[in-house]
């Protein structure tokens, strides 16, 4: 990885938390610059030194502020976990807003990756002995691709909330030729942007090879990347969670892997499903 | 010319008043235009101004709010991701400025450009189509005005940064045009461009908030508005020249047109009032052509013609309205307000006995006398004093000597069919008694009455005794005869204030009024049967009465008439039960009673379908040889709930209600059949003795419904025997004599019940076809001791065998009564020592001899 960390500041109420080891709930933000200057942040909460740290990744074009994030970030510190929420650049410094599909996407899945890395080594610089690397959406892509690339010993569990696939309706016609376009594009050197179906987006502008770090993300890579972990991972799925189509449940449930579902809940475990979420991911990780 | 100014009666003439006026407006007139023509300069220099102090006002608050805008806009693009995106990442500036800036929201329609600059302060749009610097200076930060050859722009210039850091991330430069910049922060109502003028030099860069002493609004007078003094003054000096003209030819005009012609119009006028038509005035105003005199004149024609026409239908209408009153039956009177009879019509007079003329000036008051509570209803006083009712009915006319239209009508036909139908209503025709209706009003009246003064109210229902008989025998004239004279006889016998009513058929009411000791009503009851029990004559019959009388007294036995009036009823109807002839008092026992008769009633109607009844025989038997020679049929009633009840408690409830008919009926045929049956069996050929009773005497079906059951089970009529009391023999002997016969030519036998105790005539007894007479069983029971007993068994014997009658003795109970009779030749016996009434089952058992 291209991306060497190293983190250029920090806080100075981090610091004193740290030192105090405050068992607190009380959430800071951290910023820090990577290597290529962007400045990044996330939302930390030191918890008990004798309990694991979570490592809580927001979906698509979001930030840690989504709701099912953020809550489930305050749940899991009020337990006594450090909890760190990092927010993805997508190449902005400081990015506060979710993206909108139609602003150009030039960013990678890579990169991506790289600051998950970069938030890990964060954690462990600060003797964090074990981590449970927790995503929502297609966080857990980036996740998974993370835990599969850089295998470290204090990752201890994944828990997938809400996996999907980022190719959106992976297999339909229109998918695949515009996935051969882009390929195309890609070995023609075109750098221009083009609108495409990737996630939720009808109209994602992005160049070619932009598109395509995401786009190649299908269900069948993901399935194999789960059987290719060496992590215990369990699945958390809510029941009317309209965006697992095409079968994609029943091809998780496939897998050798603890799936578990809350039955009415939706992508984002909206209301009262909050708490069966919290519930679940805190048995997941006494488990 | 001005000999018209002054005119008798009035101070001043038309003219004068013209010209007064006419002056009086010119002056005024005069005094408005210089008032006005002073507030026009006044009003010019105020509306410019507040013109201009206004328009100063809108273009600053413009100006405010459109720097507002772009200072909005320029927090939003610092505040945007994107914007930093697009700064570290120009490739795609070009498609994020054409696509996501232009459809931000949150971008200001003031705008009319925005551009970002590199760290480097170069431009990043490459081919530049908009008035924004190439490069971004120093002079750009913040919000400025520039006049670009004569475009005056306002421009705001800004760095954008890394959050929390002070490292430049690059530059954005917001631009609008000034005016379209006003204009759309919607702030300027009435300010054009040509009404702002700039003095700010070009190419020059100044700080927004010293803009405004480069602007300034043009103002010029109102053209309109200065010239409207000038205007008016000239046209004030022209119109006093023009109106001081037209005033003196109008006041001609006026003169000559229309006040001379007026004047003779006035004296046309009173001339048609004094029926002078076509006088001097009239021919001045022939030759005057003004329109609207010759208007006047032509109307005031037609309005003195209608007038005579007028007059006349008036005329023809008052003939008409006289002739109509001089013809109603009805008197019509007008009185003035002190009741004085002004004038009236003949029909008036003629009422009242009286020539019209002597009427006139009498007071009305003196010749109809109103009735109290009676609303127009009246006494009217003839001539001669005689009255007769009348009905007067009374209008205002309405005139200044609030005079009052009297009409009256002579009511007495009206009266008197009135009478007739209250008399219809309220009292019986025939006696002229009051009827029950009456009777009830009183009965009420007299309740309140005692109730006020703490007393008692009798009262007396009264039924005649077998007054049915004197209808049957004599016929009905006699009948209502008898009715009518004992009305009359209780009338006679009464006090005034009791009342004595015929409530339908014999039965008849009497309300003893004021009543302070019970007795007193005991005494009435008295007087009563008293006067009934009076031998009538009817025709050349001499007639005996008797009637029962029940008496009920308020408030003892009830305090409402429907309540005494029942109870009453109640009472006489024992006083029937207990011989007749006598009265009763209610007593509440009698109301248990009449409850338990009505209750047994209703329950006879329901026995025969519900074969309640059953028959037991009771055996005859022959003195001399003791052997069995019939039975008597008697009825029994077998209650569902009471057990088996003997005919004494409800036969005479049968015969009250007629249901005596179908249960004789049954009895007749139960007893044939049984016979039959007997005989069918080998049974011994004895008689069967069926009591009739003095009701179905009275059916005429009686001989038919007798020959179809002989017929329907064959039995021998001779086996039959027919039981009839003495008693029913002598209260209809025609009928009886003619049925008895009947029964004869059937075969069937016939016996007296119950002989010795009516009041038999030997000689009527000699005409009846018998066959048989019972002594009745109170005699036999008396025998042997009671010697007039024996005498009577003994002669009632020896007549039986002179008439060649066979001779039954009821009721013998003891060796010694059978021996008596025996010595005496009695043919055949029934009583308890021989046998009770026993079923048909039994009595085979008992008396016929076995087939082996």
């Known amino acids: 990885m291209n991306h060497t960390i190293l983190s250029m500041t920090s806080s100075i109420l981090l610091a004193c938390h740290l030192m105090i080891g405050s068992t607190t709930a009380n959430a800071t933000e951290i910023k820090e610059r990577l290597a290529n200057g962007l400045e990044v942040s996330a939302e930390f909460s030191q918890g008990q030194r004798d309990k694991p740290a979570a490592l809580i990744l927001h979906g698509f074009l979001q930030t840690q502020n989504n709701a099912t994030v953020s809550n489930l970030g305050n749940a899991l510190a009020t337990e006594g976990l450090s909890v760190l929420a990092p927010t993805l650049s997508l190449g902005i410094s400081q990015r506060r807003q979710s993206l909108s599909c139609e602003t150009p996407h030039p960013h990678h899945f890579d990169a991506d990756v790289a600051e998950v890395e970069f938030w890990v080594n964060w954690l462990l610089q600060r003797g964090v002995k074990s981590i449970i690397l927790i995503g929502h959406s297609t966080g857990n892509v980036q996740l998974l691709a993370y835990a599969n690339q850089y295998p470290h010993q204090e990752i201890k569990k994944f828990i997938a909330i809400s996996l999907i696939e980022f190719a959106r309706e992976f297999g339909g016609k229109q998918n695949i030729l515009q996935f051969r376009q882009a390929q195309k594009q890609v070995k023609q050197g075109d750098t221009r942007l083009n609108d495409y179906n990737l996630s939720y987006c009808n109209k994602y502008i992005a160049p070619a090879d932009a598109y395509l770090s995401y786009a190649s993300w299908d269900g069948n890579r993901i399935l194999a990347g789960i059987r290719a972990l060496k992590l215990p991972i369990v699945i958390i799925a809510g029941e009317a969670d309209d965006r697992m189509r095409n079968g994609w449940i029943n091809k998780l449930k496939a897998l050798p892997v603890k799936i578990s579902t809350v039955k009415g809940a939706n992508h984002f475990f909206s209301d009262i499903h909050e708490f069966d979420l919290h519930d679940r991911v805190i048995k997941a990780i006494a488990e | ?852």
């Not at chain 2, 000559?256 to 004094?274: A, E, F, G, K, T």
């Not at chain 2, 021998?716 to 009928?735: A, F, R, Y």
């Open chain 2, 1 to 852: 010319m001005f000999e018209f100014i002054r005119q008798p009666g009035l101070r001043l003439s038309i003219t004068a008043y013209f010209v007064i006026v006419l002056g009086i407006g010119l002056l005024l007139f005069v005094a408005l235009g210089l008032v006005v023509s002073d507030k026009g300069r006044q009003l010019n220099g105020e509306i410019i101004r507040m013109q201009r102090n206004a328009t100063e006002q809108e273009l600053n608050t413009a100006l405010k709010l459109a720097t507002d805008e772009l200072e909005h806009t320029k927090n939003f693009l610092l505040n945007w991701d994107e914007v930093k995106q697009q700064l570290a990442n120009p490739n795609y500036y070009d498609y994020w400025r054409d696509n996501r800036l232009k459809s931000s929201a949150q971008i200001s329609k003031t705008v009319s450009g925005i551009e970002l600059y590199s760290i480097g302060k170069e431009r990043l749009q490459k081919t530049p189509k908009d008035s924004l610097p190439a490069r971004f200076d120093e002079t750009l930060l913040g919000l400025r005005a520039v006049n670009l050859g004569g475009t005056m722009l306002l421009q705001y210039g800004l760095a954008i940064k890394s959050e929390g850091h002070d490292d430049v991330l690059g530059y954005v430069v917001i631009q609008a045009l000034l005016f379209p910049a006003l204009q759309h922060s919607g702030a300027l109502q009435t300010l054009t461009p040509d009404m702002i003028s700039y003095s700010l030099p070009e190419a020059k860069i100044i700080s927004i908030d010293a803009l405004h002493t480069y602007q300034h609004v043009v103002m010029t007078d109102i053209p309109a508005a200065a010239g409207l003094s000038n205007l008016i003054s000239r046209t004030l000096r022209d119109f006093l020249g023009i109106a001081a003209l037209l005033a003196a030819l109008i006041l001609y005009l006026v003169i000559y047109v229309y006040v001379r012609p007026l004047r003779s119009m006035s004296v046309y006028i009173d001339d048609l009032r004094q029926g002078k038509i076509g006088a001097t005035a009239s021919a001045r105003l022939a030759g005057i052509q003004v329109k609207e005199i010759v208007k006047t004149r032509q109307s005031l024609q037609a309005y003195h013609q209608q007038l005579v026409e007028s007059t006349a239908v008036v005329q023809q209408s008052e003939t008409r309205l006289r002739t109509i009153l001089d013809n109603v039956p009805d008197g019509v009177l007008s009185v003035d307000v002190t009741g004085t009879i002004l004038s009236c019509n003949p029909a008036a007079g003629k009422l009242l006995a009286m020539p019209q003329n002597e009427l006139i000036g009498m007071k009305l008051a003196d010749l109809v006398k109103p009735l109290d509570g009676q609303d127009g209803e009246a006494v009217a006083i003839r001539k001669d004093g005689s009255r007769f009712p009348a009905e007067t009915t009374c209008s205002a006319m309405h005139d200044e000597m609030q005079a009052q239209i009297v009409i009256l009508r002579d009511i007495t036909e009206r009266k008197n069919a009135e009478d007739k139908l209250i008399q219809l209503a309220n009292y019986d025709p025939l006696t002229g008694l009051p009827n029950r209706t009456l009777l009830r009003d009183r009965l009420m009246h007299s309740i309140h009455y005692a109730r006020h003064h703490k007393r008692l109210v009798g009262l007396i229902f009264m039924d005649l005794d077998r007054f049915k008989n004197v209808n049957d025998t004599l016929g009905h004239q006699y009948g209502d005869a008898l009715l009518k004279l004992i009305g009359e006889r209780l009338s006679s016998i009464l006090r005034e204030s009791d009342t004595v009513a015929r409530m339908g058929g014999d039965e008849f009411m009497i309300i003893v009024e004021d009543v302070h000791q019970q007795d007193q009503i005991a005494e009435t009851a008295t007087r009563i049967l008293q006067a009934v029990a009076t031998p009538v004559q009817l025709g050349e019959k001499n007639v005996l009465v008797s009637t029962s009388l029940g008496i009920t007294v308020y408030p003892t036995d009830g305090t409402d008439p429907d309540r005494l009036i029942k109870n009453a009823d109640t009472a006489m109807y024992r006083a029937k039960e207990l011989g007749r002839n006598n009265y009763q008092y209610f007593t509440e026992e009698m109301n248990t009673a009449a409850m338990e008769r009505l209750e047994m009633e209703q329950e006879l109607r329901s026995a025969l379908q519900n074969n309640e009844f059953l028959l037991y025989f009771q055996p005859r038997i022959a003195m001399q040889s003791n052997t069995l020679t019939g039975v008597e049929a008697l009825l029994r009633w077998q209650h569902p709930h009471k057990g088996l009840i003997l005919p004494g408690r409800f036969i005479s409830i049968l015969e009250d209600t007629a249901l005596i008919v179908p249960v004789g009926e049954w009895v007749l045929r139960s007893a044939c059949q049984q016979l039959r049956s007997w005989l069918d069996n080998g049974g011994p050929k004895i008689k069967m003795a069926v009591n009739i009773s003095a009701r179905q005497f009275q059916d005429q079906e009686l001989v038919n419904m007798l020959r179809n059951i002989l017929n329907e089970t064959g039995v021998p009529p001779e086996l039959i025997e027919i039981e009839i009391t003495e008693s029913l023999l002598m209260d209809n002997l025609q009928t009886t004599i003619q049925v008895l016969q009947e029964f004869h030519r059937i075969g069937v036998l016939v016996s007296v019940d119950d002989f010795g105790t009516g009041y038999s005539s030997l000689s009527y007894l000699l005409q009846f076809p018998l066959d048989n007479i019972k002594i009745d069983q109170s005699f036999i029971a008396r025998i042997p001791d009671d010697p007039s007993a024996c005498t009577i068994t003994k002669a009632v014997i020896a007549l039986g065998k002179s008439m060649q009658l066979k001779v039954t003795a009821e009721g013998i109970e003891t060796t010694a009564q059978a021996d008596f009779v025996r010595a005496e030749g009695c043919d055949e016996g029934q009583g308890f020592l021989f046998a009770r009434p026993m079923p048909a089952t039994q009595l085979q058992l008992q008396f016929f001899k076995t087939p082996n």
